[in-house]
T-cell receptor, first 112, second 112 residues
Framework: ELKVEQNPLFLSMQEGKNYTIYCNYSTTSDRLYWYRQDPGKSLESLFVLLSNGAVKQEGRLMASLDTKARLSTLHITAAVHDLSATYFCAVVVRGSNYKLTFGKGTLLTVNP | SQTIHQWPATLVQPVGSPLSLECTVEGTSNPNLYWYRQAAGRGLQLLFYSVGIGQISSEVPQNLSASRPQDRQFILSSKKLLLSDSGFYLC???????????FGPGTRLLVL
């Protein structure tokens, strides 16, 4: 059974600082997604990573994928308050009919 | 552009009552459709997915069922709700099984 683990689960950081969220998964994957969820809201797609070494960047967020290590990272650069949200990674297992398995999410709070 | 709608937005139901949640997608044809549940403080769990009219795959055995009576309509139902059915129900669509899933605004269900 595929397991997807995110850490940390809770992250409180100051504006202007950098930090990284990690997503580990237990079996070979075809692709990996990062989503953002604001409190009480739905999920917003951020990135899809398709191959080993893939790197995607949008604003202050950068996601990368290492399929050999079964690890994805979401790096936050010079955090701002607007980035406060819960971030989920989701993994698709090969041969699973592209079923998404989600991590538990990382609740990020950026303080002034 | 494509949009996804869910209703109702919020629902409070007594234990043992029936349930019907609706999801519709606009701006695309033959989408793949998904139902997820997010319990408080937890990640997302895939409940059902559908690749076409009348085609439903169940991921988790439970007292819920899904139907797809029209191409862009996906319905989640229950004959008798349990307390454990409380949660945030999210519908999602993708243009292909390999593509990013896009989520609707969600329905918050509280079973008392």
């Amino acid at each position: 059974e595929l397991k997807v683990e995110q850490n940390p689960l809770f992250l409180s950081m100051q504006e202007g600082k950098n930090y990284t969220i990690y997503c580990n998964y237990s079996t070979t994957s075809d692709r990996l997604y990062w989503y953002r969820q604001d409190p009480g809201k739905s999920l917003e797609s951020l990135f899809v990573l398709l191959s080993n070494g893939a790197v995607k960047q949008e604003g202050r967020l950068m996601a990368s994928l290492d399929t050999k290590a079964r690890l994805s990272t979401l790096h936050i650069t010079a955090a701002v308050h607007d980035l406060s949200a819960t971030y989920f990674c989701a993994v698709v297992v090969r041969g699973s009919n592209y079923k998404l398995t989600f991590g538990k999410g990382t609740l990020l709070t950026v303080n002034p | 552009s494509q949009t996804i709608h869910q209703w109702p937005a919020t629902l409070v139901q007594p234990v043992g009552s029936p349930l019907s949640l609706e999801c519709t997608v606009e701006g695309t044809s033959n989408p793949n459709l998904y139902w997820y549940r997010q319990a408080a403080g937890r990640g997302l769990q895939l409940l059902f997915y559908s690749v076409g009219i009348g085609q439903i795959s169940s991921e988790v055995p439970q007292n819920l069922s899904a139907s797809r009576p029209q191409d862009r309509q996906f319905i989640l139902s229950s004959k008798k709700l349990l307390l454990s059915d409380s949660g945030f129900y999210l519908c999602a669509w993708s243009g292909d099984l390999q593509e990013t899933q896009y989520f609707g605004p969600g329905t918050r269900l509280l079973v008392l």
